[in-house]
C-alpha cells in the first residue's frame, strides 16, 4: 500500500544513513484548525492496522483520546454495543440488549457517537460498533415490540452439545436464541446496522457470532451484513463446533473472524516464559490469514470470573503486552488491543467507566507503527535464543519469551530482514542484522522493534506447506522487486525460474528426511541474500503420540485430556495413559481431529489436584500436530521413540579356542529370505502387512522376523521396510535388500 508522507517525513529520510535505519513516524500535530484532515501513517483500510477495544469507554472519553490513539498507531477503535440496555450499571447489561437500534445508554447518545466518528476521521480513524445480534435480553417483556412473537426465536433451550452445529446455531446461551435465518429479522438488523452507518460507523463486531449459522447452513444473516458494505469480523470462541475448519471458511466468505486458539496459546507461552513454536491456528487449517483477528487479551478473558473464561485479569499487563507484539506485528491478520477496565471484579467493572491508557506505551505504540509501515510486505515467524522473532520485509519484532532483558541473538528468518544497523523504538538500542542473524540488547519491556521505511529491495520467496505425506509436493516460488530469481535445491546449481513458477519436489525422498529449497533474486544491481525454505516429508501412516516420563512425577495414574475447543477425547481427565514397555514412558494416541489441540495430564479427576500440568485454570500445551513428550522440570518437546538396533549375531564360528567350558555353544544367525517377515519362504503383502502391524504396536515381531523383515538395513522396523517389499512384489525400484538371503 502507498502511504503519505509529509514533508517533514521526507526531509528526515534524506538525513538517514543508508546503513543506519531507525523508526520513524510524525510528531503531534496541531489539531486547533477545524476540518484539518492529519496524518499519522495510519492504514486507509481497517484490516491492515490493529484495533484499540475502548472497552465500557463513553463516547466523549474516546474522542478525548482520539489524538493519543492516532500517535499510538491504532487505525481503528471498536466501542462497546450502542444498543439499548437491559439495565444501568454493570457492564454485562449492554450485551443483554433490548432491541436494534440506537438509544442512550452508559456510553452515551446518538449525537456523541456521530460526534466520536466525525473527530476520528479527521485522524484517519475508523470506529467500529460491537453488535449484540444473536439474541436479546432475557425478559421479553423489555424487548422491542416487532420482535416480540415467538415465531422469531428458537425453542431449542440451552443444553447445546458443541460439537453439534445445529446446537450451536440453535441453542440458548443463557437468553433465548434469535432465529437470525428470518428474513424478517434480519431487515431489522439491517436497518439498525444502515443506521450506524449513516452516522460515520466504519464497521462491525458481532458479538457470539459462532452461535448464527452461514448461508451454507441455511442462514443468510451474515450475507445480509456483507450487503451493507462495511468491514465485520466475528467473535468466534474456541471452535464453532462441526467440522471446524470448513465452518471458519464459510464464515470467511461474509466477514473476518476471531482467531481465540492462536491468541490464547501465545498469550499463554508468554505467561510460561516459553517461546510460542506454533505459528497459528486457523490459518495452518487453511483459513484465509487475511480474514483473522487476534488479541493478547479479549474483554471476555479479563471482565468474566476465572470459573467462565476470565484467565487473563490476573496477569502483568507486561505478559499481554509481549504476547500483542508477537500478535499485532505480522503481515496478514490484525490484532486487537484491550483497554483494561480499572477492576478485575466481574461486578465492578461498570459501562461508562474508562479503562487503562497503557496503550499509549512505546512497546505498543512501536508493533502498531511496525505494521502500518510495513503494509503489504511479507513476514516469517521463528524463535530463538528464548525469543520469538518475527521477520518482515523491511524490520524484525524481537520478543523475550520471559520478558527479560539484555543482549540476544536470533535468527534473520528466511533473510527477510535487510543487513545492516538498526534503532530499536522502544529502547533505543541499536541492532546488526546480517543475512542469517539478529543482534541488539533489549530493554526492560523484553520488546525490540526495529524497522526501514526505504522502499523495499529485490526478495525471493517459495510457498508450500513446510511438512507433506504424500510422495511428492509442489512448490511455488515468486520473486518481488525484481527482474529474475533462481532457486536451488538441497545445495544444487541455481537455476533461473519465472514468477509464480510451480516446481515439484520430494520424489525418491525417504519419510523423515528434508529438501532445502534456497531462492534469491536480483533487479539487474543487486541480489538478494539467498532464502532457504526446508520442506519434510513425513509418514502418512505415522501415529501421533503423546508421552509422559512418570520417573520424577511419581504419580500413582496418569491421564492426558487433550482438547480444541469443544472437542475432547473424553470428558476430564480425559483418557488414561498406559506404560510402553519399549520406551519406558506412559503413552497414548492423539485422536486425528485433536491433532493440532491443547493437552493437560493428570493424576486424577480432581480438576484442582496439585498433581497436573499444566496448572489449575491454566491452559492446556500445544501438540501442534506432532508427538511430544512430557519430561522432568515440565519440559515438553517433540519425541520420536528410538527403538534399540537389534544385535547382530556372528556370521560365522570362531576358529579360536574358545575360553569357557567345553558345553558352551556359539548362536549361529538365522537363515532366511529378507523381506520374508513371517517366515513362510516367499514374500508377499502378508510380510508388508505384518511390519506395519508391528509399527502400530498391533503384533510382536520375533527377532528372527526383525532380521528379516529389516529390508533396508538401517537396524530398524519402520514404514520404509513395508513400502520395500511392496515395490519388490511390484517389480518396481528402491526394493533394497529384499529377496536377497539373510548370511
Known amino acids: 500500500m502507498t502511504k503519505r508522507i509529509t514533508g517533514l517525513l521526507l526531509c528526515v529520510s534524506i538525513l538517514i544513513s ?21 496524518d499519522y501513517g495510519l492504514p486507509s483500510k481497517i484490516e491492515d492496522g490493529n484495533i484499540l477495544q475502548c ?3 463513553k463516547y466523549n472519553d474516546i474522542k478525548n483520546e482520539l489524538q493519543s490513539i492516532a500517535q499510538a498507531g491504532f487505525n481503528t477503535i471498536q466501542t462497546s454495543p450502542a444498543q439499548p440496555a437491559d439495565s444501568s450499571g454493570k457492564w454485562y447489561w449492554l450485551y443483554q440488549p433490548r432491541g436494534f437500534y440506537i438509544d442512550t445508554n452508559d456510553l452515551g447518545n446518538r449525537n456523541e457517537l456521530k460526534a466520536l466518528c466525525t473527530e476520528a476521521k479527521k485522524y484517519g480513524i475508523k470506529v467500529i460498533v460491537d453488535i449484540v445480534a444473536n439474541h436479546l435480553t432475557g425478559d421479553h417483556g423489555k424487548i422491542q415490540d416487532n420482535l416480540k412473537d415467538s415465531k422469531y426465536w428458537h425453542t431449542m433451550g440451552g443444553k447445546i452439545d458443541y460439537t453439534n452445529r445445529y446446537q450451536v446455531t440453535h441453542g440458548d446461551i443463557g437468553m433465548q436464541d434469535l432465529k437470525t435465518e428470518d ?12 443506521d450506524l452507518k449513516s452516522l460515520g460507523v466504519s464497521g462491525f463486531r458481532f458479538d ?11 442462514d443468510n444473516f451474515f450475507s445480509m451484513v456483507k450487503s451493507v458494505g462495511l468491514w465485520s469480523y466475528g467473535e468466534i470462541l474456541d471452535n464453532p463446533g462441526g467440522k471446524d475448519a470448513d ?16 491468541s490464547g496459546e501465545v498469550t499463554g507461552a508468554m505467561r510460561d516464559k516459553k517461546v510460542v513454536t506454533n505459528n497459528g491456528h486457523w490459518a495452518k487449517k487453511g483459513v484465509d490469514a487475511t480474514k483473522l483477528v487476534y488479541w493478547g487479551e479479549s474483554h471476555d478473558t479479563f471482565s468474566n470470573n476465572a470459573d467462565n473464561g476470565g484467565w487473563t485479569k490476573n496477569l502483568n499487563q507486561n505478559v499481554i503486552d509481549r504476547s500483542y507484539a508477537v500478535l499485532g506485528s505480522r503481515s496478514d491478520a490484525q490484532a486487537l488491543y484491550l483497554s483494561r477496565p480499572n477492576s478485575t471484579d466481574r461486578e465492578s467493572i461498570y459501562a461508562g467507566s474508562k479503562g487503562s491508557t497503557h496503550y499509549k506505551s512505546k512497546e505498543v505504540a512501536a508493533v502498531n507503527h511496525f505494521k502500518n509501515a510495513l503494509v503489504g510486505r511479507r513476514e516469517s515467524y521463528g524463535y530463538g535464543d528464548k525469543c520469538d522473532v518475527v521477520c518482515r520485509d523491511g524490520g524484525a519484532v524481537v520478543v523475550s519469551a520471559d520478558g527479560s532483558s539484555g543482549t540476544k541473538t536470533v535468527p534473520n528468518i528466511d533473510g527477510l530482514v535487510k543487513p545492516g544497523t538498526y ?29 526501514s521505511t526505504e522502499p523495499a529491495g529485490p526478495s525471493a520467496y517459495a510457498t508450500a506447506s513446510t511438512s507433506y505425506k504424500t510422495d511428492t509436493m509442489k512448490v511455488t516460488l515468486n520473486f518481488e522487486n525484481a527482474t529474475s530469481a533462481q532457486y536451488s535445491i538441497d545445495g544444487g546449481a541455481y537455476t533461473n525460474y519465472t514468477n509464480g513458477q510451480v516446481i515439484t519436489i520430494g520424489s525418491g525422498v525417504d519419510y523423515g528426511e528434508s529438501t532445502k529449497v534456497s531462492v534469491k533474486a536480483t533487479d539487474g544491481t543487486t541480489w538478494s541474500s539467498p532464502a532457504t525454505f526446508t520442506y519434510t516429508k513425513e509418514d502418512p501412516n505415522a501415529v501421533q503420540r503423546v508421552y509422559f516420563d512418570n520417573t520424577s512425577y511419581n504419580w500413582s495414574a496418569v491421564y492426558a485430556y487433550i482438547y480444541s475447543g469443544a472437542s475432547n477425547n473424553g470428558a476430564w481427565p480425559g483418557q488414561a495413559m498406559k506404560m510402553d514397555s519399549a520406551t519406558g514412558y506412559y503413552v497414548l494416541d492423539v485422536p486425528e481431529e485433536l491433532s493440532d489441540g491443547m493437552i493437560i495430564f493428570t493424576e486424577s479427576a480432581s480438576e484442582s489436584s496439585t498433581h497436573r500440568y499444566p496448572g489449575h485454570q491454566e491452559s492446556g500445551l500445544s501438540l501442534e500436530g506432532k508427538s511430544k513428550i ?23 564360528a570362531s576358529t579360536e579356542a574358545p575360553a569357557t567350558t567345553a558345553t558352551e555353544t556359539v548362536t549361529q544367525a538365522p537363515k532366511g529370505i529378507i523381506g520374508d517377515a513371517n517366515g513362510d519362504n516367499l514374500i508377499s503383502i502378508k510380510d508388508a502387512t505384518l511390519i506395519q502391524k508391528s509399527i502400530a504396536s498391533l503384533e510382536e515381531l520375533s527377532d528372527t522376523a526383525k532380521l528379516l523383515g529389516d529390508v533396508n538395513g ?25 529377496g536377497e538371503l539373510l548370511k
Open 247 to 262: 465452518v471458519m471458511k464459510e464464515y470467511t466468505k461474509y466477514i473476518s473472524v476471531s482467531d481465540s486458539n492462536y
Open 714 to 738: 538401517n537396524g530398524r522396523i519402520d514404514i520404509k521396510d513395508a513400502t520395500c517389499i511392496q515395490k519388490f512384489i511390484a517389480k518396481m525400484d528402491g526394493a533394497e535388500n529384499a
Open 18 to 38: 543508508c546503513f543506519t535505519f531507525g523508526a520513524i513516524h510524525t510528531a503531534a500535530a496541531d489539531t486547533s484548525a477545524k476540518e484539518t484532515a492529519v
Open 208 to 218: 457470539a457470532a459462532k452461535h448464527i449459522g452461514t448461508p451454507a447452513e441455511g
Open 423 to 451: 534503532t530499536d523504538e522502544v529502547s533505543g538500542s541499536k541492532w546488526t542484522v546480517t543475512s542469517t542473524t539478529i543482534s541488539g540488547s533489549i530493554g526492560n519491556t523484553g520488546i525490540a522493534v526495529f524497522y
Open 183 to 194: 428474513s424478517y429479522v434480519q431487515n431489522i438488523v439491517k436497518t439498525y446496522l444502515n
Open 630 to 652: 512430557l519430561k522432568a522440570g515440565n519440559k515438553f518437546e517433540d519425541y520420536t521413540p528410538v527403538k534399540p538396533k537389534p544385535t547382530e549375531a556372528p556370521t560365522q
Open 55 to 57: 472497552f465500557n469507554w
